[in-house]
């Protein structure tokens, strides 16, 4: 079920040409059998987000409970600075409703957004009586799981304490939720580009492996990922280098009527 490397050759030196053609559509159409090796990381991937089927990343959460909650976490902090949001149909079809109800995301704002919009304000510039109006319900503490220091002690441990009730009553949807919504920096004509190797951990830690996401020479992102101990991979915590639009202008512009 691996992609075949003649493949995967074939998309980074299309690429390397500047050929604008995309490559031959190679995403599963069905969601791949359960991942064995680091390897098989990159056609899950690209199925989940070319085929629009986020509750497939469920199966790679980390059965870890620090790992998980980091995990959880990082992704919608992190897709938040970086402006990436979910739909309100995203929203529905991985089922985290009651992260809106509480505050931890939302359609309509990203943290990278909300920050923009506040200085604005502060700026003494003029803002419209709608964005105003929604600007009003956000919740600032709690807007994309911040993980900045509090230095009000009782209050962290306030947040913290509800923030891991938020996560444990809803788990992997959350999970998933995050991991979709930060993989969705890769714009989804991209995902046929992309290579993926393998390497050891630049941390260090030997139980884990690195899946280095490439479009020909360029790094995009290295995954870290490992084994659960009922031997199914889980995705741990990673970070885009580059802001979305700088990610987009890697690939060629996607054909009219395609991806």
């Not at 390397?16 to 899950?44: F, M, Q, R, W």
């Not at 809106?100 to 990203?110: A, D, N």
Request: glycine share 6%; hydrophobic share 40%; charged share 25%.
């Amino acid at each position: 079920m691996s992609r075949p490397l003649a493949i995967v050759a074939a998309a980074g030196l299309m690429f390397i040409a500047g050929c604008e053609k995309k490559p031959n559509d190679t995403v599963p159409v069905v969601a791949p059998e359960s991942a064995k090796s680091p390897a098989d990381i990159l056609k899950h991937l690209q199925y989940a987000m070319v085929r629009k089927d986020p509750k497939s990343l469920e199966a790679f959460a980390p059965e870890d409970q620090g790992k998980f909650l980091g995990s959880a976490t990082w992704y919608h902090y992190r897709a938040g600075i970086l402006g990436i949001k979910l739909t309100e149909e995203e929203i529905k079809t991985i089922g985290v409703q009651d992260l809106v109800q509480k505050g931890y995301i939302s359609p309509r704002w990203s943290r990278r957004e909300f920050t923009a919009a506040l200085k604005d304000l502060d700026s003494g510039k003029a803002i419209d009586p709608e964005t105003m109006k929604s600007l009003s319900t956000v919740n600032q503490a709690r807007l994309d799981m911040p993980r900045e220091n509090i230095p009000d002690k009782k209050l962290a441990e306030k947040l913290i304490k509800e923030l891991t009730e938020a996560v444990d009553a809803n788990p992997k949807p959350i999970y998933a939720a995050g991991l979709y919504r930060l993989l969705k920096a890769i714009p989804e004509h991209g995902w046929q580009y992309l290579e993926a190797t393998v390497a050891s951990s630049a941390t260090g830690d030997k139980t884990v492996n690195d899946v280095l996401l490439k479009v020909g020479e360029t790094l995009i992102v290295a995954i870290p990922v490992g084994y659960n101990t009922d031997g199914s991979m889980f995705i741990w915590t990673f970070n885009f280098d580059k802001y979305p639009a700088a990610i987009a202008r890697l690939f060629p512009e996607p054909t009219e009527g395609g991806k």
